[in-house]
């Protein structure tokens, strides 16, 4: 079947629909004679439609002014009106639409099958290159996901490539098509699946998958109608911020009992920090990781829901972060993409808003306890989201979400009403802030997730709510209750460095990627400019100097015929 690729998620899993040409199937065409009868039909005036989260009806895309089948994932309030964020079922791709253009869809414009169909390379095991802990021994071995590299070479081969083939080997009770993916280029084809055998990512693996068992996708549901060298060099930040004097602390570890982490025992690494489970903390006295959610310290209502989605061990991060969180200890934690970093703050600080103690002394007022700042939209109404499925039913906490386009004039009354817990984006929060719909008297506990990204990008934004914050406390001399910061993270930046040195007070820090504690560490970079033609001379000459001292050396090169040159 030849395909026109939507999108690739990872180098195995891709969104596709069938080329439009002389050769596409029936259902193809009856698509194309269905979007022609759509565009005619509502470019008459049909009856608006009131959306609903979930609701499927038909929506005119302000891009191109052609209407589509979508799905109402949520809906937004701007200055200009509602807006629904919209899944195009048909193309894999999401976008904002005016609610005053979604209509109710007729039966028969929805019956004919979704046309964006979801791949999976067939029979392929993704492999990295791991290195042993204690003999420095590097081997290929097989792994649940594909490196940075893998999926960065597949997009590169499908954005070079001008035409794509699949055959079908099977296609799984999800209805996901398991595939051998063919590339068509200038001067050759390229089979996808041994293109990543031969280069190392992938092993082959004839064994069929077993159905998945996480969240079904919005255009799965068919017809259900109803570089890290350059972070390293990096040394300087946009704008310098204060960095008040900080004594010195000690890296330790701890071996957790009760759940097998990646590392047996504890060693030193070449950084000089000491390493458990492949985690470094570094802090005074820091707690022991929660290794088993039996002994996590969460009220009822919190462990009968994580039962109910059968929440596996704790991951690393949430191990670690829980038991500092809840003793109010100011912590900056750096964990890779999806390993838990939202549940890692979120459970904690449900659990001390659920409380009373340690509160008493907070001035009156309708300022939140607690904030969560978050950079974008989509990750606040995420966070949101996630905090919302553990107190659905607890009147006693209550949580506001806020965020930009002028949306939060919506949220004037709920803000002066006062709430527990605030999710907010910076420039909102400002905002609100200077129209005094609320304020910081009251704070007790303040998150800034993917703090990378907003100590980098809102750096004004941030160090004008932190001057906000400085004064509130400096207004509450004799305060008892808690004040806590927490940043979350997955790469240590100059920004976190510079936040963390001005406005945290002995924070502990959790590093669960070695990557990150590299960079934490600065290690020394020498960095000797030559001609090209005097390279290979140059490194030999160092190679000389450092093979003497018995030194582990990595050499990076720009391609793989660079490689084989200076191996040679």
């Known amino acids: 079947m030849e395909i026109t690729i939507l999108k690739v998620v990872k180098a195995d899993h891709f969104w596709a629909i069938e080329t439009f040409g002389t050769s596409m199937s029936e259902e193809t065409r009856k698509f194309l004679q269905l979007t022609q009868q759509m565009n005619d039909f509502f470019s008459m ?6 959306p609903a989260q979930g609701q499927l009806c038909a929506g005119r895309r ?7 089948r979508v799905r109402v994932k949520n809906i937004l309030h701007s200055k200009s009106g509602p807006q629904a964020c919209c899944f195009l079922l048909d193309y894999a791709k999401e976008c904002l639409i005016p609610c005053h253009w979604l209509r109710e869809a007729p039966p028969q414009f929805m019956q004919l099958p979704w046309q964006a169909r979801e791949f999976h390379l067939y029979g392929l095991q993704p492999t990295t290159l791991t290195t042993d802990e204690l003999t420095f021994v590097t081997d290929t071995q097989p792994c649940d996901r594909y490196d940075t590299a893998a ?4 997009n590169k081969l499908v954005d070079e490539s001008c035409g794509a083939r699949v055959d079908v080997h099977y296609v799984d009770s999800n209805g996901v098509s398991h595939v051998k993916l063919y590339l068509r280029r200038t001067t050759n084809t390229v089979c996808v699946n041994d293109d990543l055998v031969s280069k190392g990512y992938a092993k082959e693996d004839k064994e069929e998958p077993s159905t998945s068992e996480g969240e079904e996708s919005p255009v799965r549901r068919r017809n259900k ?7 390293l060099l990096q040394g300087l930040m946009p704008q310098k911020w204060e960095e008040p004097s900080r004594t010195q602390a000690q890296f330790t570890s701890h071996s957790p009992s009760g759940r097998p982490l990646s590392l047996a025992g504890h060693q030193m690494s070449a950084l000089g920090l000491t390493i458990g489970d492949g985690v470094a903390v570094k802090g005074d006295i820091p ?23 059968n929440f596996p061990a704790p991951s690393k991060v949430q191990a670690y972060c829980w038991p500092a969180i809840m003793r109010g200890r100011d912590l900056v934690a750096m964990a890779p993409a999806k390993m838990g970093k939202t549940l890692a703050y979120l459970l904690p600080l449900m659990t001390q808003l659920a409380q009373t103690a340690g509160f008493e002394g907070l001035p009156e007022g309708n300022g939140p306890r607690s904030i969560i700042l978050c950079p974008y939209w989509n990750s606040a109404r995420y966070v949101y989201d996630q905090c919302w499925n553990y107190i659905a039913d607890q009147k006693s906490t209550k949580v506001l979400l806020i965020f930009g386009a002028g949306a939060e004039d919506d949220q004037m009354v709920p803000l002066i009403n006062g709430c527990d817990l605030l999710i907010a984006t910076p420039r909102c929060l400002l905002r609100m802030l200077e129209k005094r719909y609320t304020n910081l008297d009251r704070l007790c506990h303040l998150v800034v997730d993917d703090a990378d990204t907003l100590t980098e990008v809102y750096t004004d934004e941030i160090k004008s709510l932190m001057r906000l914050y400085g004064k509130a406390i400096a207004d509450q001399p ?9 940043l979350m993270a997955r790469q240590w930046t100059a920004g976190i460095e510079s936040f963390h040195r001005a406005y945290m007070t002995q924070p502990l820090l959790v590093f669960t990627s070695k990557v990150e504690e590299a960079v934490y560490s600065k290690v020394k970079q020498i960095v000797q400019v030559v001609h090209s033609t005097q390279r290979y001379t140059q490194l030999l000459g160092l190679l000389d ?11 990076f090169a720009g391609s793989d ?7 040679q």
């Open 478 to 486: 004799d305060r008892s209750a808690p004040r806590q910061i927490v």
């Open 45 to 50: 005036d049909q009856a608006m439609c009131v």
């Open 287 to 309: 707690p022991k990781p929660c290794t088993m959610l039996e002994k996590a310290t969460f009220p009822e209502f919190i462990k009968q829901y994580l039962e109910t989605e």
């Open 545 to 555: 100097q450092l093979e003497t001292g018995g030194h582990k050396i990595l050499v």
């Open 151 to 154: 999926n960065e070479y597949v």
């Open 561 to 567: 015929a660079e490689a084989e040159g200076v191996a």
């Open 225 to 231: 109608v109803p570089s890290i060298g350059e972070r």
């Open 62 to 68: 302000p891009d191109d002014k052609l209407w589509y």
